[in-house]
């Protein structure tokens, strides 16, 4: 049975974790445990309950903020003229040997299931990503995710209550 647990830097194998994209790899093994200590980003993994020193894949979250401009027409419609709080997902990464299984899927529900959470203790419009590459910018807008306006693979996905 798969669960998202956060990071535990004496359980969780971070050098056993490849998504063969070296800087998500370097920054799960030498940075993650750090920004989390200094509040910089939560840190999720998604592993097994049956090895859950196994990490699957992982996301971050940490607040963040948009400028009204850059949301598509329609939601700046609704919203003040200055940035808006948000929240936003840092990096997300599945296991090579995992590809395929839909994990990316559901670390994306993950994250967003938890922003809506959040969303009841702390107002936040959209959760918030950078896209690294346009394949990375396809799979989030194959989940809905929209670009902003002036920076193309900046995404954001509303959190609902327009």
Known sequence: MLEEQLLNPDLHDRAGFSCGIPELDDYLRRFAAQHRRKGVSTVYVLVDSGKQSLILGFYTLSAAQVD???????????????????????????????????????????????????????????????????????????????????????????????
Do not use: W
């Open 68 to 162: 009204a401009a850059e949301l598509s027409d329609a939601d700046r419609k609704k919203l003040p003229r200055y940035p808006v709080p948000c929240f936003r997902m840092g990096r997300l990464a599945c296991r090579t040997d995992q590809r395929g299984y839909g994990l990316g899927k559901l670390l994306i529900g993950c994250a967003v299931e938890r922003c809506l959470q959040a969303r009841n203790q702390v107002a936040a419009f959209a959760l918030i990503v950078d896209a690294k590459n346009s394949e990375a910018k396809a799979f989030y807008e194959h989940y809905g995710f929209r670009s902003c306006a002036d920076a193309a693979m900046t995404l954001y996905l509303p959190l609902g209550r327009n």
